[in-house]
């Protein structure tokens, strides 16, 4: 199961996150989403664990406990949607609206 670890302290290591979650059962990888700039902890990460039972009894233990001074938000990890629009953008492709030169008209 992909557990969703939410509103994690900045300080918070992988590592750690791994061992609070082990308490509950094998844990087979955990990420901390980290800004591709500045290579900080963007606060959330996940952690996947094989047995739905262990992970059902973490989700249900560390939900709402403190974790280096945050309280955890933990509860199951959506699946990440495939055809999932990305970016701003819309309104007409073109040169950006005006139209043709002065002059006189031709009729």
């Known amino acids: 199961m992909n557990i969703y670890a939410g509103n994690l302290a900045r300080q918070t290591t992988e ?3 791994k061992a609070v979650f082990e308490e509950f059962g ?3 990888s955990v990420t901390i989403i980290k800004d591709k700039f500045s ?3 963007r606060g959330f990460g996940f952690v996947e664990m094989p047995s739905r039972a262990e992970a059902q009894a973490a989700l249900n233990s560390l939900n709402g406990k403190d974790l280096n001074g945050r309280v955890l ?3 199951e990890a959506l ?3 495939e055809n999932r629009k990305r970016g701003g953008g819309g ?3 073109g040169s950006g609206g005006r139209r043709g030169g002065g002059g006189k008209r031709p009729w």
């Open 91 to 93: 309104g007409r492709s």
């Open 73 to 75: 938000n933990v509860n």
């Open 15 to 17: 590592e750690e996150l």
């Open 79 to 81: 699946p990440r949607a």
């Open 26 to 28: 094998q844990v087979t």
């Open 39 to 41: 290579g900080e902890s």
